[in-house]
């Protein structure tokens, strides 16, 4: 069974820094391209950044460039989301997310991790 | 970016019933490969979305006949008949054929 278990969120200052990690179970990570895309409070979703399977290639929305990196750790089967310079408007739900083989769009989702960014 | 726009924002639907669902993009999503990657979520109450089309009308892996998926280009619809009280929530239709991915936001199917 696939399983995606996000960690790391939680209260954060607006400037500050926090680090999302997903790990995954199931399937053969390696494999696999992986996303974060975030949902704010009772709004929809927004994708974040992409990472391929070995690394190679990362794409990052707008909103987001500059300020946050996404990588992984194949051995470890787990991805990771580094998020800095932190703001208010970067509140919400952050799911990790399968990348369809061979294809685009999101086959398996975790369960989120909520991150808040207030004083 | 491209912009995909939704509608309507909410039905209302009996159970047994149909539906449909369109979803519009700003520009084509034909790729140049010749793929389309529109994609259809379904948000349920409390949950994680889940995948339920891919590339415009390939159901995924579990999900029912009820659901399907039709379009080209730049209109796209997802019908779901008959139905069932677990198909309520927050639909989403996506667009992968270029970054940024883009969802639309959303239509939330409630019962009459």
């Known amino acids: 069974e696939v399983q995606l278990v996000e960690s790391g969120g939680g209260l954060v200052q607006p400037g500050r820094s926090l680090k999302l990690s997903c790990v995954a179970s199931g399937f053969t990570f390696s494999n696999y391209g992986m996303n974060w895309i975030r949902q704010a409070p009772g709004k929809g979703l927004e994708w974040v950044a992409y990472?391929?399977?070995?690394?190679?290639?990362?794409y990052y929305a707008e909103t987001v460039k500059g300020r946050f990196t996404i990588s992984r750790d194949n051995a470890k089967n787990t991805l990771y989301l580094q998020m800095t310079s932190l703001r208010s408007e970067d509140t919400a739900l952050y799911y990790c997310?399968?990348?369809?083989?061979?294809?685009?769009?999101?086959?398996?989702w975790g369960q989120g991790v909520m991150v808040t960014v207030s004083s | 970016d491209v912009v995909m726009t939704q509608t309507p924002v909410s039905l209302s639907v009996s159970l047994g019933g149909q539906v449909s669902i369109s979803c519009r993009s700003s520009q084509s999503l034909v790729h140049n490969n010749g793929n389309t990657y529109l994609s259809w979520y379904l948000q349920k109450p409390g949950q994680s979305p889940q995948l339920l089309i891919y590339k415009v009308s390939n159901r995924f892996s579990g999900i029912s006949d009820r659901f399907s998926g039709s379009g080209s280009g730049t209109d796209f619809t997802l019908k779901i008949s008959r139905v069932e009280p677990d198909d309520l929530g927050v639909y989403y239709c996506?667009?992968?054929?270029?970054?940024?991915?883009?969802f639309g936001a959303g239509t939330k199917l409630e019962l009459k």
């Open positions: 990472i391929s399977s070995g690394s190679s290639y990362i």
């Open positions: 997310a399968r990348q369809i083989t061979g294809s685009s769009g999101f086959d398996y």
């Open positions: 996506g667009q992968g054929t270029q970054y940024p991915y883009t």
